[in-house]
């Protein structure tokens, strides 16, 4: 068992463990109610749900993207209502290849614990190696909202402005996570507006995976990153998406391959073309 991935034979070994906490964070961008509703039929005995619309994600101003990232403090206070402590260990999974349970790594990594894990494979992995489930929905505690919640952020972030300053002598590394076509310009299926930010690199998140939906090797990735990044330090890499979601698909398998230090721009495409002066390509 590595530090970041669990695999289903694994998480059935210390299902019942003390101090284990199992966040099933099931999501579908075009239905909302879905990963609830599949949440209510059945899931892995004992984890809670989170909801990627309702409690991982902050208020939404038409500027500042479909998924910005919620105040820290929110974040944290929500944590302790699930007796989430420093030291718990964590365990996300989802039914969409990793991507919302990336996320949700990457946000709780982000307000300071370290001890989290994705589900290597995700529901479908666990269904597979003939884990059992349950219907039983479980609730977290209700903690005041007065209750103070001290958060130092782990996790670096950049924003718009920053990227737009340094587009002409640049100092990051941008990494879109999009599909191809989206990211070239040809499809938009979610913005408004199609294309990419000037200067940034296209790494699908379907490159980070294997056929089953698993991660491929620590080693295999590192060899796909350091020969897109040629020799680039991963410390100016800046990884962005649609709106901040499966951008951390791509800080994940950076990390698995043992390249820590990527930033996210949480806005991402979303954000960055609701001010029409930023320069997109195609123009």
């Known amino acids: 068992m590595s530090k970041q991935l669990i ?13 284990v906490v199992i966040f099933d964070v099931r999501h579908d961008l075009m239905n909302h109610r879905l990963g609830r509703q599949h949440y209510m039929q059945a899931h892995i005995p ?21 998924h910005p990232l919620p105040n820290p403090e929110d974040l944290a206070h929500l944590m302790l209502q699930y ?46 190696a003939g884990g059992v489930t349950d219907s039983q929905v479980e609730l977290p505690q209700v903690l005041p909202k007065h209750q103070t ?12 402005q920053q990227i737009v300053a340094q587009l002409d002598q640049p100092e990051y590394t941008l990494i879109d996570a999009r599909a191809a076509e989206r990211y070239r310009g040809e499809k938009e299926p979610i ?19 294997q056929a089953d939906g698993t991660f ?28 901040g979601i499966t951008a951390c698909h791509n800080l994940f398998a950076l990390e698995l391959a043992g390249l820590s230090g990527a930033k996210l721009y949480p806005g991402s495409w979303s954000e960055w073309i609701a001010d029409p002066s930023r320069p997109r390509l195609p123009e």
Request: overall charge negative; glycine content about 8%.
């Open 191 to 209: 913005d408004p507006v199609a294309g990419h930010i000037p200067g940034a690199l296209n790494r699908p998140t379907s490159a980070n995976l």
């Open 83 to 128: 007796q989430v402590r420093p030291d718990t260990r964590i365990v996300i999974y989802d039914a969409s290849q990793g991507h919302m349970a990336a996320r949700a790594w990457w946000m709780l990594r982000w307000v300071g614990f370290t001890q989290v894990m994705i589900l290597d494979g995700g529901w479908q992995a666990w269904l597979a």
């Open 46 to 66: 004992g984890a809670y749900f989170l909801d990627n619309e309702a409690e991982l994600v902050g208020e939404t101003t038409g500027t500042n993207g479909r």
């Open 7 to 19: 695999s289903a034979t694994e998480l059935q070994a210390m299902l019942h463990e003390p101090n």
């Open 216 to 243: 491929k090797s620590a080693e295999q990735l590192r060899a796909e990153f350091d020969d897109l990044l040629n020799e680039t330090s991963v410390g100016s890499v800046v990884c962005y998406c649609g709106s």
């Open 149 to 160: 919640v001290i958060v130092h952020v782990q996790q670096p972030t950049v924003t718009a």
